[in-house]
């Protein structure tokens, strides 16, 4: 059995493992293809664990800066862009904004899944990593939730007696 250092699915056959997706997709930085513009970019590419890893890295390193109006999101795409363009991985600032819509999709996804009684858990691979940055976020773990599904609680009588005694004054 086999299983893929960037993806880490599982294979049984060496020959569709090396044949995979993940494998295929990858080019090194001097495979990468030029766009109309001169920029080194790669339009196809698989986003694999690693550079996914550093990209979320350089976001908590940024991402104060953002939420304090310090920087603004194009440039701090662009910034993590150039980052990921020193160490060999040749990512637009949009493909870059674009993964990170997508971790953040696929993680309230998880999150809404996991958060329903009955459902069994579903793991992420990049859970923790977005847990630390999202934590305190009540955007995305929010601090009270009400449902209109619940029922109401029938009042006492010392309720309905202090109410009518707050009408009457």
């Keep these: 059995m086999f299983q893929c250092e960037d993806c880490e699915c599982f294979f049984t056959d060496m020959d569709v493992f090396k044949t995979h997706a993940c494998v295929t997709n990858q080019k ?9 513009e001169g920029n080194d970019t790669n339009n196809n590419q698989v986003w694999n664990k690693a550079q996914t890893q550093l990209l979320i890295r350089s976001y908590q390193l940024l991402e104060a800066k953002v939420s304090q109006g310090k920087l603004r999101k194009k440039s701090m795409w662009e910034k993590i862009s150039e ?5 060999g991985y ?10 990170w ?17 009955g459902s069994s858990l579903k793991t992420y691979l990049f859970e923790n990593e977005l847990d630390e940055i999202f934590a305190k976020d009540p955007v995305m773990t929010p601090v009270k939730t009400m449902s209109s599904a619940s029922q109401v609680e029938e009042s006492s009588e010392d309720d309905q007696m202090e109410l009518t005694k707050k009408k009457v004054k």
């Excluded at 090194?28 to 109309?36: L, N, R, W, Y």
């Excluded at 980052?83 to 160490?87: I, L, N």
């Excluded at 637009?92 to 904004?97: F, L, N, T």
Aim: no cysteine; aromatic share 8%.
């Design 90 to 99: 040749n990512f637009s600032a949009e493909q870059v904004s674009g993964r």
């Design 28 to 36: 090194s930085p001097a495979q990468s293809v030029f766009s109309e």
């Design 101 to 117: 819509k997508t971790l953040i999709r696929a993680y309230k996804n998880i999150k809404a899944h996991n958060a329903k009684s």
């Design 83 to 87: 980052e990921m363009r020193e160490k």
